[in-house]
């Protein structure tokens, strides 16, 4: 199973800033996972629409100016990241799960991808997987890069999701653990898609969920999932793309 760090290694260095990305490059994560909003017209890594939680500023990120942003500290000293900075910084053989969070994300985040041409995939695991709770933000996206694979994200179930899955091209449904019960992975699975499960940060959930089916999990905890052997596909690239 894919072992996918949340917002970097939340539970271990302050959230989507560098420092959290690096600590789970460490630690042997698949791949990382970041929230997007953009400031002025740069794409910035931050999960909530306003600075106050997660750095020592107040406001909302789209009514700062990029330098504004910059001069906050988003925790141990760490200033909010770009998008490019963090790609920069993931190898290339690791998954970058970008979530479209802000409104006007899709486009922006489109031309950094397509400049990078990385959104083919490397013995079957994307480089690149662009999810959203926005579903109509998503579909931006896929129409101006189909070949990027793509995610709706839900914390609730509806049976509409096989039609948004299809229109996407999705490559993996990614569900709330809350709403992850065998009937609805059997389901997700039926309609010829993989399923991601976050937030699982309990090792004894994460084995629970593999014996559902489930391809991956996004953990704040990365260092209590990754050296679960039963949690892995295995060692090498080619086999990981198993669902
Ligand atoms: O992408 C999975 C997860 O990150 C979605 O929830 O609120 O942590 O962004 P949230
Ligand atoms: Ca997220």
Redesign the pocket.
């Known amino acids: 199973m894919l072992i ?1 760090g ?2 970097g290694a ?1 539970g271990l260095a302050p959230e989507n800033t560098l420092a959290g990305f690096a600590r789970a490059v460490e630690l042997g994560v698949d791949g990382v ?1 970041l ?1 997007v909003h953009l400031a002025e017209s740069e794409v910035v890594v931050i ?1 909530d629409e306003r600075v106050d939680r997660t750095t020592n500023g107040v406001g909302l990120v789209r009514e700062l100016t990029f330098a504004e942003l910059r001069r906050l500290d988003a925790g141990d000293g760490q200033r909010v990241p770009t998008l490019n900075e963090v790609l920069d910084l993931v190898p290339e053989h690791m998954l970058v ?1 970008i ?1 479209l ?1 802000g409104v006007g994300t899709a486009e922006p985040v489109a031309a950094i991808v397509g400049d990078l041409a990385s959104g083919a995939q490397r013995g079957g695991l994307p480089a690149l997987l662009v ?1 959203s ?1 926005d579903h109509r933000e998503l579909r931006r996206f896929h129409e101006i890069q189909p070949s990027v694979p793509c ?1 709706p ?1 839900a ?1 609730r179930w509806c049976p509409c999701l096989e039609s948004t899955a299809r229109a996407l091209d999705a490559w993996s449904v ?1 569900l ?1 653990r809350r709403v992850t019960t065998k009937a609805h992975v059997d389901a997700v699975r039926s309609w010829g898609r993989r399923c ?1 499960v ?2 699982v940060n309990d090792p004894v959930k994460a084995r629970a969920l593999r014996g559902l089916g489930v391809t991956g999990v ?1 953990t704040d905890y990365p260092d209590r999932l990754v050296d679960e052997p039963a949690s892995r596909f295995s060692s090498s690239a080619s086999s990981r793309c198993s669902s």
């Open positions: 996918i949340h917002r939340a996972e929230d999960h799960n979530e969070k999810s709770f995610a994200l914390d990614n709330s991601l976050f937030t996004f």
